[in-house]
């Protein structure tokens, strides 16, 4: 190689930043593909994006369909809030669940222009099957999709639209149980030499005569241990998990995880994975997650929600919370923890903005929810600040005239979207802890300090001024880390950073490896 040659290359070099792999040190080659690999899995880091099909967009064929809400079933404006109704002799369940506002598939496609433009990266839809009520968790029949909402044909369409945006679409699995205006159920009930007797556990020990979820009387529990009922399930070609990823959905997202189990979610784990390689498997476990991999590709982490929220109310302390955090990761493994859903709010919680309604504390919540390891998961008109508590007031149909406004809980919701998006580190980058005392901090990094990401939250109602210690051999004395929503920025010295924040507030640093004036620490530092 010629002198004039190696000078040309050692200046595109200090420009660009770029490091030759043989500028690595031994830790990164033991990361080598790492990386590269959780980019190439859709599912690591995917931020989800859940709606209730009845109440997410209203139908352009209402007076149509009003035939298919018989009473006592009624429909709603969708201007009306849920209520808390009474229990219906008549129906057997409570009236809040055959109240209606009549969202579809159709009207559902319609906004998928919305739901792209957010910037997420999986549409996740509650129950759709056939079932009696709104919300479908008492499935008639896993093969068929509720009238109101369409048809397996609307599912195969509403996939293909999805697929045309790059997004990818994600069903609810209810497979502990069934409703018991299931055909399967009223033939195994009333007749004792039926072939569907073995798919339910029926016994006088129990309060309706069946085991039932939660002893909920139109939940009768399916027999999972009776081979015909994981082959109708999960396990032959013709099943219901198979069926749906062959018109093209690619994951499940699976209903009460713990009642089905480690061994039988590992087999229904295993069947989608052979129907569908790469497809999403992830479990409802409001339980500690550790050791729910492999039998689920991901879980709904709930135990870093009740970590998060309790450290935003000011439960928790910076240090405490710290431990929990990286306890949660280190023994779940970082990447079952990349295709878990970070959540905060959903179809069975209070809205976030009624369990945080000090913006404040929402806000240092929903920093941790996008930049901590995990697939942030919006639970359709948080995104827009809609309101809700218990159980049936969190399910109000979308508030489209707020997405109209615009108000400043989008606009700051779109931007940690954004931020995710847009950073390797945040999508499927290792958590390191940063040494700290009063504040909450955290580096997301990858095997190149390019990358690198450091979050510092001061939950205290007073500014805090702390002296901090990132563990990152790759940061260059004097390095200056730009806060990425403000012109903030943060000095490095030998690893040690002098930090100042705020009360109730946050800093997220981006690290700077370009060239200036030609030059550059990181020229030999990948």
Do not use: C
């Not at 007076?63 to 009473?71: C, D, S, W």
């Not at 209520?83 to 669940?97: I, P």
């Not at 990761?329 to 309604?357: C, F, Q, Y």
């Not at 390019?450 to 260059?476: C, F, H, Q, R, Y």
């Amino acid at each position: 190689m010629t002198g004039s040659i190696r000078y040309v290359l050692a200046a595109l070099l200090t420009l660009t930043g770029s490091i030759s792999v043989a500028q690595s040190n031994r830790y990164d080659k033991q990361l080598s593909g790492v990386f590269e690999a959780r980019e190439r899995d859709w599912r690591n880091g995917a931020i989800v994006y859940q709606v209730l099909v009845d109440r997410f967009a209203p139908s352009q064929n209402l007076e149509a369909k009003k035939q298919l809400y018989p009473a006592p079933k009624v429909i709603k404006a969708w201007a009306d809030v849920p209520q808390r109704g009474v229990y219906s002799k008549e129906a057997g369940v409570w009236t809040h669940e055959i109240e209606f506002w009549g969202g579809d598939l159709a009207s559902l496609s319609s906004k998928l222009d919305y739901v792209s433009d957010l910037g997420v990266k999986v549409l996740y839809l509650n129950p759709i099957h056939l079932a009696y009520t709104n919300h479908k968790y008492d499935s008639i029949d896993f093969q068929k999709v509720s009238p109101e909402f369409g048809s397996r044909d609307d599912v195969k369409k509403l996939a293909e639209q999805v697929k045309k945006r790059n997004l990818k679409l994600v069903l609810d699995g209810v497979f502990n149980h069934l409703g018991r205006n299931s055909p399967l159920f009223k033939d195994a009930q009333s007749n004792p030499s039926s072939k569907y007797r073995d798919w339910f556990y029926f016994g006088l020990q129990y309060k309706w005569g069946v085991r039932s979820w939660y002893a909920v009387e139109n939940l009768p529990e399916l027999n999972l241990e009776n081979r015909a009922v994981r082959d109708y399930l999960f396990a032959k070609p013709d099943s219901v998990i198979r069926s749906y990823l062959r018109d093209g959905i690619d994951g499940w997202r699976i209903d009460v995880g713990p009642d089905i189990g480690f061994n039988y979610l590992h087999q229904l784990t295993k069947a989608a994975h052979q129907q569908k390689p790469g497809s999403l498997v992830v479990g409802e476990i409001p339980n500690y997650p550790k050791e729910w991999f492999p039998a689920l590709d991901g879980v709904m982490n709930f135990t870093m929600r009740e970590i998060i929220l309790a450290f935003a109310r000011g439960q928790s302390d910076a240090n405490q919370t710290s431990r929990m955090i990286h306890r949660v990761i280190s023994e779940t493994g970082t990447d079952n923890m990349l295709k878990s859903w970070v959540l905060l709010d959903n179809h069975d919680t209070e809205r976030l903005a009624t369990a945080l309604p000090n913006e404040a504390q929402r806000k240092m919540a929903q920093v941790l929810q996008f930049t901590l390891p995990g697939s942030p998961n919006l639970y359709y008109g948080s995104e827009v600040g809609m309101t809700g508590g218990e159980d049936p007031e969190m399910r109000a149909p979308m508030r489209w005239d707020l997405v109209a406004k615009q108000p400043p809980t989008f606009l700051w919701t779109k931007q940690l979207i954004a931020l995710h998006n847009a950073h390797r580190a945040l999508r499927v980058g290792n958590l390191r802890e940063v040494t700290s005392n009063q504040l909450l901090a955290f580096e997301r990094y990858t095997d190149k300090v390019g990358d690198t990401i450091l979050v510092i939250v001061n939950p205290t109602p007073k500014p805090v001024t702390e002296v901090l210690l990132a563990g990152n051999s790759k940061l260059m004395n004097g390095t200056e880390l730009k806060d990425l929503f403000s012109d903030k920025k943060v000095r490095v010295s030998a690893g040690v950073m002098n930090v100042t924040l705020p009360e109730n507030s946050f800093l997220i640093l981006k690290v700077d490896v370009s060239a200036k004036d030609g030059y550059s620490t990181y020229k030999r530092v990948q």
